[in-house]
Nanobody
Framework: QLQLVESGGGLVQPGGSLRLSCAAS????????IAWLRQVPGKERVGVSCISSSGGSTNYADSVKGRFTISRDNAKNTVYLQMDSLKPEDTAVYYC????????????????????WGQGTQVTVSS
């Protein structure tokens, strides 16, 4: 079965850190750009970060710049999202999505651009 699987979510205090993982099952990520998105119940899914297939280009939402870092290890078929200095407003379900288009990271918030996506992992930032 071709899918993405997120892991690494949990409960953390404000100011703490978590590292999320997005692993591919049934296919290799080498040719795919990967994005992280997040969603709070009752609100639309919003973009967080994206990394090109080579790893040479990344982008971040303004709300997470300087605090989150996206990276990839194609040998492990996994993409990571290192989240530092977490705030209560970072609480959400985090999803990863893959796109083969060279323009994926420019428009990844649109679900129509997603070739594969995961089921999400819950991140809760609370004292």
């Amino acid at each position: 079965q071709l899918q993405l699987v997120e892991s690494g979510g949990g409960l953390v205090q404000p100011g703490g850190s978590l590292r999320l993982s997005c692993a591919a099952s049934g296919f290799t990520l080498d040719n795919y750009a990967i994005a992280w998105l997040r969603q709070v119940p009752g609100k639309e899914r919003v973009g967080v970060s994206c990394i090109s297939s080579s790893g040479g280009s990344t982008n971040y939402a303004d709300s997470v710049k300087g605090r989150f870092t996206i990276s990839r290890d194609n040998a492990k078929n996994t993409v990571y999202l290192q989240m530092d200095s977490l705030k209560p407003e970072d609480t959400a379900v985090y999803y990863c999505a893959a796109g083969e288009s060279r323009y994926f990271c420019s428009g990844y918030v649109d679900p129509a651009t997603h070739d594969y996506w995961g089921q999400g992992t819950q991140v809760t930032v609370s004292s």
